[in-house]
């Protein structure tokens, strides 16, 4: 014979029964209630060990076990392991194991934390005062403390970075700071108001207390679960974009947050917490993800932001989207101290964004080259000349983004072009300075003739007097030498010999007379008053155009280095892009230039500019040859 306990079907607690021939078959319960061991000895019951719910005899005693984990089931033992609580929301009674967190009611089907309801019910059924304080992890936004029928004179305890609530009958009361708080009238004057309290120490009221973590959470990660449609406006392409990023989440108004978002729960965590219903991040994702796909493309049009520089502006993209999605969180009671963009996704395997990316590159590059252009010509030119370049260079800036590689192949022709005539140039100006100095010495040689010749007018004689005086002086020598001669060669001797001398004389001076004649040309001599004759102008003299000097006879002034101008054929034209001039044919014979079309206007002989239709020219400065 051996024993078993039995369960009451009654009031569920066990009694003793025992096996056998002479055993009792009906069993007397404490509660009054007569067991049948016949009738009652199959019952249903949670395994202490595995969880699941086990059908089995209860007269087998020890031999019974569950068929799941093969574990016994109505021993002592196993008894001693089970607890008993109320369900928290229908009251109903049940029964489970002690070492189990969570209890799901099989009448009303809600979750019950077994830790929270064997304290709320010890400290009920011992009637002492209690201690509500939280000191959870930092993760958890809003906890309910799990008792909810305090004792008066309990103690509340709200930590530095806390804020604690009271609520009665779904209404939420006063409202703690940190500190230390009695649960008495004086501490609880919106309590009062409701219900009245208890006067004995031992009383209980049906409350609730919540706890508020205000501290700010750090890097909350967001992010937009699918791609944001964006419109280039420079190229109308569509492109793809996503963002990504982090933000700083804190509690601002306590009580609007727990009336709009917490309602009725045990709290709510920053993530995916255990034992809390949802999250933060999940309660407000689709707010963000929606914000940011609406928000996102017109920010970067509102601001002219180049995708290509976009992480140069991410600090602003994040302080705009801020300011769109803050109004949705204070709503709720929640701030956002720093919102951050950290990650804008482009679409690089795209064929529009590879062609926006190419198209950049292709602008750098022409203002890289329009810059060096414009620096070398500034350097090589004079301010006209930069000006002009200037205004080229701005046309050429306009129309950069249409031209293709031909267009910087043509550049390079232009300054090879260029390099050539400046060449030609340097040498013709080269000859003329050498021409320029050979006239100026020979005008310095006649300038030093005529010095001579005002000081000889001066002292009362001139070239003329001297060659006369010259001529007198050997034509007397040649007479005096002529007598002797004439005697010692048998000539005669006496007067006979000096008339033969005379006339020999006489003929030599008439052969002399003609060259002597020309050589005096163009000598002024002083008439018989004293003062010089005027001189005859010159029949081939030319005006300067530039400076005004008058009657010159060299190619080139000798006052400021002016070029004669040369008489051209009806027919001649000047090569405008080597200089060569008074060309009869079609095409220059130094460079194969064609002859140009005939254009209003006149050709500047200098620089070789052809239609110029004012005084001056705008290459080289030159003056219209009037």
Not at 277 to 285: H, I
Not at 395 to 416: D, G, K, L, M, N
């Amino acid at each position: 014979m051996s024993k078993f306990v039995i369960e009451c079907p009654q009031c569920g607690k066990y009694a003793e029964g025992r096996t056998g021939f002479f055993a009792r078959r009906k069993i007397d319960c404490a509660c009054g209630y007569t067991i049948n061991v016949r009738t009652d000895k199959l019952t249903g019951r949670e395994c202490p060990h595995c969880g699941n719910m086990v059908v089995f005899d209860q007269t087998r005693g020890k031999k019974a076990k569950c068929p799941v984990c093969g574990e016994q089931i109505n021993t002592v033992d196993a008894l001693d392991n089970m607890t008993e609580f109320s369900c928290a929301q229908c009251g109903v009674r049940l029964r489970t194991s002690k070492s189990a967190e969570k209890y799901v009611c099989p009448v009303c089907d809600f979750e019950n934390f077994i830790p929270e309801r064997l304290m709320s019910e010890q400290i009920k059924k011992d009637g002492l005062a209690s201690i509500i304080k939280y000191e959870g992890d930092n993760d958890t936004l809003i906890w309910k403390h799990p008792i909810e029928d305090f004792n008066y004179g309990s103690q509340l305890i709200v930590h530095e970075s806390q804020e604690a609530v009271f609520f009665r009958d779904g209404q939420a009361l006063d409202l703690f700071g940190p500190g230390r708080y009695t649960l008495e009238t004086q501490q609880l004057p919106l309590l009062e108001k409701i219900y009245k309290l208890p006067t004995d120490t031992e009383g209980t009221f049906h409350s609730e207390v919540y706890f508020i973590n205000k501290t700010v959470q750090m890097a909350i990660k967001w992010g937009t679960p699918e791609k944001v449609r964006f419109i280039d406006p420079l190229t109308g392409v569509p492109l793809e974009l996503g963002a990504s990023g982090e933000l700083n989440l804190a509690v601002a108004d306590s009580r609007k947050l727990l009336v709009k978002l917490v309602g009725t729960m045990r709290g709510i965590a920053w993530g995916d917490g255990d034992g809390f219903t949802k999250s933060v991040q999940a309660s407000f994702r689709p707010l963000i993800a929606n914000t940011v796909k609406t928000n996102l493309s017109a920010v970067i049009k509102e601001n002219a932001i180049d995708l290509l520089e976009i992480d140069e502006k991410l600090d602003l993209i994040s302080d705009r989207l801020r300011e769109r999605l803050l109004p949705g969180f204070e709503e709720y009671g929640l701030t956002i101290p720093q919102f951050y963009v950290t990650n804008v996704v482009l679409p690089e395997s795209d064929p529009n964004f590879k062609r926006i990316r190419e198209l950049h590159t292709i602008t750098l590059q022409t203002r890289v080259y329009q810059a060096e252009a414009v620096v070398k010509t500034a350097q090589a030119q004079s301010e006209a000349q930069i000006k002009t370049a200037q205004a080229q260079a701005r046309e050429q800036y306009r129309t950069a983004e249409e031209q293709s590689a031909a267009a910087i192949e043509a550049a390079h022709r232009e300054a090879e072009l260029q390099r050539q005539t400046t060449e030609t140039e340097v040498a013709r100006k080269a000859a003329e300075r050498r021409v320029i100095a050979a006239q100026t010495e020979a005008q310095a040689k006649r300038m030093d003739g005529l010095t001579e010749a005002e000081i000889m007018a001066a002292k009362g004689y001139s070239q003329k007097d001297v060659l006369q005086a010259e001529v007198q002086k050997s034509y007397a020598q040649a007479i005096g030498d002529m007598g002797p001669a004439i005697s010692a060669g048998g000539g005669g001797s006496g007067l006979m010999g000096d008339l033969l001398g005379l006339g020999v004389g006489m003929a030599a001076a008439t052969t002399v007379a003609p060259q002597i004649g020309n050589m005096m040309k163009g000598i002024q001599f002083p008439n018989m008053t004293g003062e010089s004759a005027p001189a005859a102008p010159a029949a081939d003299g030319w005006d300067c155009s530039d400076c005004g000097t008058k009657n010159i006879q060299s190619r080139f002034c000798p006052n400021c280095g002016g070029r004669k101008p040369e008489p051209k054929a009806p027919d001649a034209w000047d090569c405008p892009a080597c200089g060569a001039r008074n060309i009869r044919s079609k095409f220059c014979p130094e460079c194969g230039a064609r002859k140009p079309e005939a254009a209003a206007g006149w050709t500047c002989p200098s620089c070789g500019k052809a239609g110029i239709t004012s005084r001056f020219c705008p290459e080289c400065g030159r003056k219209k040859d009037e």
